[in-house]
């Protein structure tokens, strides 16, 4: 909450700034405190250890990713969306590390916080089917399956879902 505020006094100085520039005459200070004053208002909604994060994930190194995450101390304090996208990563490093069960209560969180794109809705929810076969709860897991593949529309997850699938068949 203090980073937030202290994000929101700068952007006001920033202003105040620009508005004595222009006044000054400088229009070329002016303008730049201006779009100063607006990487830190982005800054304000977009939470910058989020978006190191999800490069680093991008880039597909979660150890790193991880790090930044656990960098964010109360995730409670960010915007919704950022919320759900902060359980979203942290149950993606988890399961990678092999927490499945730990990565579980993290998806869950991320989809009922409020994920936006439909094809990390999938990726979540396919995520939680494998916990629930891993778990032999194969109805459960065969209905998160059948909604993931309702929300994964450009079949990126096709090969995941099949395999799944064929692993079902074995319980």
Not at 84 to 101: C, D, N, P
Request: net charge positive; glycine share 6%; hydrophobic share 50%.
């Amino acid at each position: 909450m203090l980073n937030k505020i202290i994000k929101i006094v700068l952007t006001a100085l920033l202003i105040a700034w620009a508005t004595f520039q222009f006044i000054q005459g400088n229009i070329g200070n002016g303008i730049f405190l201006i779009l100063a004053a607006a990487l830190v208002v982005l800054l304000i909604f977009r939470h910058e250890m989020l978006l190191v994060a999800f490069w680093f994930v991008r880039k597909g190194n979660l150890e790193k990713a991880e790090v930044y995450l656990d960098k964010i101390k109360q995730p409670q304090h960010l915007v919704r969306a950022q919320e759900a996208y902060y359980y979203f990563l942290k149950g993606l490093t988890t399961s990678q590390k092999g927490g499945v069960f730990e990565a579980e209560k993290f998806f869950k969180k991320a989809l009922n916080t409020g994920l936006r794109m439909g094809h990390d809705q999938a990726m979540a929810k396919l995520s939680l089917a494998g916990a629930a076969m891993s778990r032999r709860r194969k109805r459960e897991a065969q209905t998160l399956l059948t909604e993931a593949k309702k929300l994964d529309k450009h079949g990126l997850l096709d090969e995941q879902m099949k395999m799944m699938k064929d692993q079902m068949k074995r319980i």
